[in-house]
Every structure is written in C-alpha cells, then in structure tokens.
C-alpha cells in the first residue's frame, strides 16, 4: 500500500514537471493551440479544388457566322474568359506567358463541315496542372452543348442522350469538402502533438542526460513514461475539442456517429501517437534525428497515405500495401465514418481493433525500450 | 577580405564536417526526400486507379447486360457484388465495400428499344466528396461511350459536334508530371529551413555558439557560414529529386538547367534566410523545429501543391505574396515542363530576389543585433 502511493506520488510529481515545461514553453503552447487552430483555418477556408474561371485564348481560322455564335457562346458562359486571338502561335504564346490557361480552336472548315454533320472544334488544354485541365474539358461542353441546340433550333436529338445518369451522393450531399477535411483534420492534429512533440521532448532528456540523472532515483520505467504520456495526452486532447467545436460552429459537419465512440478513437489513435514519438526518440536519443525520422514516419503519411486529403483508392496497389501499416489510415476511416456515416459496426470494431492493438505493442515496445538502455 | 574569405571557408568545413560526420545525420539528410519523392509521385494523385462497385440489375435484359460490360471492360471499376434488393444498397455504402452502387429499373431496356431516355441511378459513398465526385465522373463518360455505341449501333444520328481535346505540354494529363516537378522545391524547402534553423539552435543548446563568438569571426562571416553550407545541401537535394523525376519517372525535361538552377539559387537563398530567422528567434532545437514546422505548413499548403493559388480565397493570396514557394513551384513547373524562359519568369524570378535578399539581410541584421 505504501509502495503504491509512493509509485502515485513519483508520477504526479513528474507529471507536475512535464506539465509546467508544456505551459513555459511557448512552442509547445504554439503547436498545441495554434497548429490546430492554423489548419483548421487553412484546410476551412484556404484551401478549394473549384477552379472559378478558365481564360482561354479563342482562334476563329473560319469567321463564318456559325463559327461566331460558337465563339459568342464561350463569351457568354460564366466559366470562361474568352481573349480572341488570330493564330495557334499567338495563342501559344498566350498560353506561355500565363495569359490565358488554354485556347479554343475553330478550324477553317468548320462551318462546312458542320453542314455535313461531321463538325469538329479542337480545345488546347496546359497539362502543366492537369487538374485544372481536366476541368476545363469538362467546362467546354456547357457552351458547345448550348450552341448546338440553338442551331439545332430545339432539336430533341440533342437531349442527353438513351441512358441518363440520376446519381444521389450519400452522406454529403451539397458536396461540401469540409465534410470529409474536418474529420481528417482531427488525425493530422493528434498525430503533430502525439508524435513529434513528444519525440523531441523525450530525446532532448536524453541529449542532455537529464534521463540518466532520473533514473538514479527510485522511478521506475513505467513510471517515467506514464508521466511523459498524461501531459501530451491532455494537450492532444485540447487539439480535438478545439477541432470538433470548429467543425461544429464553423463548419456545420454533422456528426451522425456517437460523440462518444468518436472521443474513443481519438484518444485511442493519440496513444497510438505518443507511442510512436517515445519509441523513435528512445531508439535515437537525438533531437535532430528523432523530429525528422516522426516527421516522416507520422505526419507526412497522416497527411499524404491515410485517405485524408488523397483518397487510397487513387493509389497504386503496392503504395495501398504501404498504408496498411500505418495507423493514420484507420484513423482516418474511423474519423470519416463516424462523422459522416455513423456508427457502422463493420467499419468502426475493426478499426478500432487494429489501432488498441498498435498502441498496446508500441507502448509495450518503449517501456522495454526505456529499460534496456538504462542497463 | 582573404582572410575574411579563410575564415568563411574555415566555417563552412566545420559545418559541413558537423551535419556530414555523422552517417546517422547524413542518412537524415538524403533519404526522406528520396522516399517522398518516391512515394508522393505514386500517391499524390486525384485520379482514381480502382472504383469497387456493386450494382442492383433488376431489368436483367441484354442492354443493362451490355452497359454493364461497358463498365467491367473499362479497367477502373470493379465489380464487388451482384445485389438481390434495394435495402442492400446502404449496406455496402455503408461499409465501404462499393464507392457505387448503380441501380438498374425493370423497364430499362424496354425504354431503351422504345427510344425512350432510360434513367440509371448512382448512388455514391460521399465521405469523401472528391472521390466520390471522380467517380461520378468516370461513370458518366462510360454512360457517354455507352450511348454513342447505343445510336450508332441502331442508327440513331450521333452528337452533332465533336470535341477534340489535346494538352499541350503533358499529352496523357498525367498527375504525376505536376507533382513531381512540384516536388522538388517543397520537399528541399522543409529540408533546408529545417537544417538550418536547426543548426543554429543546436550550437546554442550545446554552447558552442558562444565558443564562436570569442573567436575573430564577425557575425556576418558567422551568418555566411551556416548559409553556405545549407544552400549546397539544398541544391544537392533538389538535384536529387530532378534525377529521380527524369530517370525514375521518366518526365521529359524539357528546359534550360541554367533557368532553373537561377531559380532555385535564389529561392534558396529564401529558404535559408527563413531558416536562419527562425533560428534566431528560438532559445531550444525544440523551439526551432516547431517554429520551422509552423512556418513551413502554411508556405506548403497555399503554395498551389495540391490546390491551385487561383482558386484561393482573394485575402490568402495577397498574404502569399510572401511565399517563396509558391514562386518556386511555378518556376520549376514552367521551366521543366514548358521551357519557359527569363523573360517568361519574370513574374517569379522578381519576388523570388526580393525574398531571398530581404530574409537573408533581414536574419543577418537580427544575427548581428543578437551577437553584440
């Protein structure tokens, strides 16, 4: 019994230490409330894949009065900026100097082969950004689909075709991106104050031999890391609520799951975080290794390979074997789902499964970790 | 001045000795940007390599059949299941087994031989928006293909124009030509602001920056010492990531060596200058790595790397002005895809000099006010 509150007494006392550390040291404070607070802001309201308006230079080689309506009906969509332009070179050179994204081309013998029904019109996309390129493509049936019908007087030929398209998109259905961003967010947030803080944190004690001082007394490796994990672990935890109150009041992202199932996962991943960032600076002992080796092993793949901001169906085969490794890619499914779909049991128990297990052999690992270098 | 120049040159063999000695610390250098490149090139991409569908055929006839094979011979989608009843619909959105679930009414085909339009309904897993979107795309152009076989199949007249699309610069609007080029100055960015600020912080948490400052070194020499390092690692690094993108990914490069290395020079001569800033700013290598970290999150993500700038909202952009980055994207893109030329760059190559000339100054006058 005394032995026990000794062992209580050794932990808060560290647990005090590590906390006034976090609260003294502006860059802690720094990446616990402004980071998230900063991405909240950048992915809410900074970051867009609509692109607004397309300028494009327009080459009328025919000059026929068919050719003219076709060129009034790019001026008049409100996607396009028309520039005309006489020649492919100059609309090259519009190109080139970013005056415009890409040209139309309206060959010599446009109108009469449009009397033929065989009419042809060429668009020039910039495949320096492919997406927006891509986009453009799509834009340009709005007008030409616009002239033909005005030609076409109100030919029903025209109509969209035999097989319409009627397509409903669930659980977002104004197609909003903060829907699936939010939910992400949460996992970059608690993966930065997981797994880099700390990784600095416990590596600068080894660098500076504050550790080995420590361990003359009678603390004992569990008892070092629990007081290393509480205080991170708080401040990962003010992350989240700072990212649920924004989804919420900012963002409207409804939360269809249960808030508690939700808290679960996020504190369950953030172990999973800080396990990572104390095993890599207990293997390293070097604060310059041990920020860039979390740098790559959790926050570039939370960002990049967990489904986050690049969907894993858009990746080859073997990079999708990569991220099975990696914990943000449940989280991130978890996240979403929970957010967006509810409680799913065959989404969520799996998930949720897979990342206790990391956490428990990662907390595990360290634990084993600590002690082996200390003898 | 020659013994100005000893000494800088002094400083420079220690700092390179410093970060180089060590293979732990060199392996750090090298391998995270040759592992992201890698990995970014394959990963960062909008375009969908697999759709998993399921679909609910309760025409069963030979056309839903027909548009079916469309969909199986197109490469992209997958098909997970052959439903039975419409409440099984939300039971594979739900789980995430199908993106899609395409849904097939009795009377299709016999609307379809009625020339009739005949409705196919879609429903989409919308949890990510984007993707979902995508897919919807992918679907409807296959319906597009579905329907010009359909007419002229049974002699139905065709669309009446025809849309001939060509890209110039990269001629399959392959995501990866973006990206990489992009690549190789984000990723020597966070490499070289990292290293430097870090440098600096290292010397002062272990005390011997102040060993230097007993010495006859006067702070500009100091400051010329930890720059000159960093930049040739800088520019070691980036040239890494241009082989790879050449002879790993095979993306022709198209333009002038001399364009684009003027270019990267000066950005980074920013990207140091920035480094040194925060290095002067921050007491602990804990304070510089998460000052650097803080500074380079938002340069990286309004930098026009996975959005483009234009598409920004009009305050952002103005902000970023200041970004060196966002130059430098622009720049290596242009010159590797397009060759594009001085007079071309103009636009980049004027902010890039006033950035790399104001941060460079601007941490060599806090280094200097630091030092006395």
Known sequence: MNDLSAKLRRVRALTLKETMQIVRDPSSVAIGI???LMMILLFGYGLSLDVTRVSVAMVDEDDSSDSAALVAAFQHSPYFAVTSVHSMAEAKELVLNRKADGAVLIQSDFSRRWHRGEAEIQILVNGTDPNQARIMQAYAQGPVAQWGAAQAGSGSSLAAGPVVVVDRMWFNESNN?????????IVLVMTIIGAFLTAMVVAREWERGTLESLFVTPMRAGEFLIS?????????????????????????????????????????????ALGIGLLVSTLVKSQFLASQ???LLTFLPAMMLSGFLYDLRSMPAFIRGITYALPARYAVALMQTLYLAGDVGSVIWPNLCILAAMATVLLVLTRLATRKQLS | MSASLLRILALVRKEFLAVLKDPRSRFIIFLPPILQCLIFGYAASFDLKSVPYAVLDLDHSKASADLLSHLDGSGVFRRQADLARTKDI???????????VIQIDQDFGRRLFAGESAPVQVTADGRNSNTAGTALGYFGSIVDDFNADWRSAHGQAGPPILIVTRSWYNPNLDSSWNMIPSLVGTLTMMGTLMLTALSVAREREQGTFDQLLVTPFRPAEIMAGKAIPNMVIGLTQSTTILLIAQFWFHIPFVGSFLVLYAGLGLFLMAAVGLGLFVSSIAKTMQQAMLYAFLLVMPFALLSGLTTPVSSMPEFLQSVMVINPLRYALDLTKRVYLEDAGFAQLFSDFLPLTVIGLVTLSGAAWLFSRRLT
């Open chain 1, 34 to 36: 402004v980071f998230p």
């Open chain 1, 177 to 185: 991106s903060h829907f699936f961003l939010i939910p992400g967010l």
């Open chain 1, 228 to 272: 290393k994990i509480l205080p991170y672990f708080g401040l990962g935890m003010i992350g989240f609520v700072l990212c649920l109150l924004s989804g919420k009041f900012l963002f409207h992202v409804p939360l269809r799951g249960s808030l508690l199932l939700l808290c679960l996962a996020s504190m369950i991943y953030l172990l999973v």
């Open chain 1, 293 to 295: 080796l979390a740098m």
């Open chain 2, 90 to 100: 939300a039971d594979w959105i739900d789980s995430s087994r199908a993106l899609l």
